[in-house]
């Protein structure tokens, strides 16, 4: 499975950003797939899953401002990230898990300005 991650950029706090990862496959069975997270200095870390039931899993510190979703029809798996913070700047990482194996993107840059 190959994945394209699109969407990253620069934004103030406050502001928001919607990012994308395109699979070059179907995703409707895929068992979960999600986004990733790494800042400078920092181990990669989940920020949100999502299932082929389309059951969800955020990061504390992403909960109740990030939504993960998918659209099976396009193969694409979304987060849209509201109430921006500083330390969200990260590089965003797509993630596929099938049949076991990790899949992942080449990563969009976030970066938000206080």
């Known amino acids: 499975v190959q994945l394209q991650a699109s969407g990253g950029g620069l934004v103030q706090a406050g502001g928001s950003l919607n990012l994308s990862c395109a699979a070059s496959r179907s995703i409707f069975s895929i068992k979960s797939m999600g986004w990733y997270r790494q800042a400078p200095g920092k181990q990669r870390e989940l920020v949100a899953t999502?299932?082929?039931?389309?059951?969800?899993n955020y990061a504390d510190s992403v909960k109740g401002r990030f939504t993960i979703s998918k659209d099976n029809a396009k193969n694409t798996v979304f987060l849209q990230m509201n109430s921006l913070k500083p330390e969200d700047t990260a590089v965003y990482y797509c993630n596929a898990n099938r049949f076991g194996v990790n899949y992942w993107g080449q990563g969009t840059l976030v970066t938000v300005s206080s």
């Open positions: 999502i299932t082929s039931a389309a059951d969800t």
